[in-house]
């Protein structure tokens, strides 16, 4: 039921701090990630990883994506992310030693399932599932799984399905780590950082209403355009497919330093502009591609971290979040996007737990 909550959706977003802590829940020793998490045989076939394909559609893909950042940088793993649809009718070329990752909440996604059927024969090292259905047609296929523990999710647009899935995909970053011989107290401070998340995820769903407040600059716009840089490009494509899913707004997202490149020339007054700017090494970066959207008098609405130097002004809207590490910074961020799709959607009236065209699990083509 929803209980308290108008909607699914908001309540499975409201879940997300017990929902992140049940994907930890058992799988963090002391300083590292306990890799028999993922099955008695993970720790032989993580050790002989040298590369991974990451196969998914929508938001998991956005998983995905994020996820190729976390492993390049965390385990050295060179990774290659591709929706299905796209991956299993294409002549892939599978280089020795490589891991095949799926990701899907339901598990009964037909293309990924597909994908998983179609990679049998190529050669992989295995496949791993991430998933969140317990016996589903995916873990029932794959060699390994690791279940994101979510809990059922109602609301058509994946909320709490996706950090669950970040949560995950950051364990098995960490174990693979822990295998290739990842330095021990960069694990380390990333195992405590993930043991203060779920209390982080509490405090970011707490600026709940000064993101509705932010809402109604939104609802009668056409369109919407989401900037991020780094693991926070995908953290934008998932803002992006939020708002167009359930508010029926078209918007599309772009890495921040491809504006100049073309979406520039969409940029005027009725074009708002989501910039997610979290205190990391490309924020300078970001600040001057914000500079290019207000010198077209593009209206900023910028998440920021609190020790940013970003102030509300003329056209530029600044929502602060607490100041978190920067590898986990990607799930946080996400919070305040879906909670803003949120609102926006019910300014609009639209039905937000079950919007036109869509179905929860496409189980066909
Ligand atoms: O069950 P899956 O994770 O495999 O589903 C994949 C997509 O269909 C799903 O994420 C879809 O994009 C959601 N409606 C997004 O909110």
């Known amino acids: 039921s929803k209980g308290d909550y108008r909607h699914f959706m908001l309540k499975e977003i409201h879940e997300q701090p017990a929902v992140i802590a049940a994907a930890l829940e058992g799988r963090l020793g002391e300083r590292s990630v306990l890799i028999e998490s993922f099955g008695p045989d993970a720790e032989s076939l993580f050790g002989e990883v040298r590369q991974i394909h990451l196969v998914a559609c929508g938001t998991s893909y956005h998983a995905g994506m994020v996820a190729r950042y976390w492993l390049e940088r965390y385990a050295g793993v060179p990774v290659q992310v591709e929706v299905a649809s796209e991956y299993r009718y294409r002549r892939v070329v ?45 873990v029932r296929e794959s060699d390994l799984t690791l279940m994101t523990q979510a809990g059922p999710e109602i609301g058509v647009a994946s909320t709490k399905a996706f950090t669950s899935q970040l949560a995950a995909l950051m364990l098995f970053t960490l174990a693979l780590g822990r295998v290739r011989g990842a330095h021990a107290d960069e694990q380390a401070t990333l195992v405590e950082a993930l043991r203060r998340l779920p209390h982080q995820v509490a405090e970011v769903l707490a600026l709940d209403p000064a993101i509705e407040a932010l809402s109604a600059a939104f609802a009668e716009k056409h369109h919407a355009l989401f900037l991020g840089r780094g693991p926070h490009f995908p953290v934008a494509l998932e803002g992006a497919l939020k708002l167009k899913e359930i508010s029926y707004i078209h918007a599309e997202a772009y890495p921040a330093g491809e504006l100049k490149h073309g979406p520039l020339a969409l940029v005027d007054g009725d074009m708002p502009v989501v910039a997610v700017a979290p205190n990391d090494a490309l924020l300078d970066k970001l600040k001057s591609n914000l500079q290019e959207v207000r010198a077209r008098g593009g209206e900023l609405f910028v998440f920021a971290d609190e020790r940013v130097a970003l102030e509300d002004g003329e056209g530029i809207r600044v929502l602060r979040l607490p100041h978190v590490e920067d590898a986990l910074a990607p799930l946080l961020y996400t919070l305040p996007l879906q909670l803003l799709a949120y609102h926006v959607a019910v300014l609009k009236g639209t039905d937000v737990d079950q919007p036109r065209n869509l179905a929860k699990s496409v189980t066909v083509e």
């Open 94 to 138: 599978v280089p020795e030693g490589t891991l095949l990752v799926t990701l899907s909440q339901s598990g009964e996604t037909a293309d990924t399932l597909a994908a998983l059927r179609f990679a049998k024969g190529l050669g992989y090292l295995g496949s791993l599932a991430i998933c969140n259905v317990p016996g589903s047609s995916l």
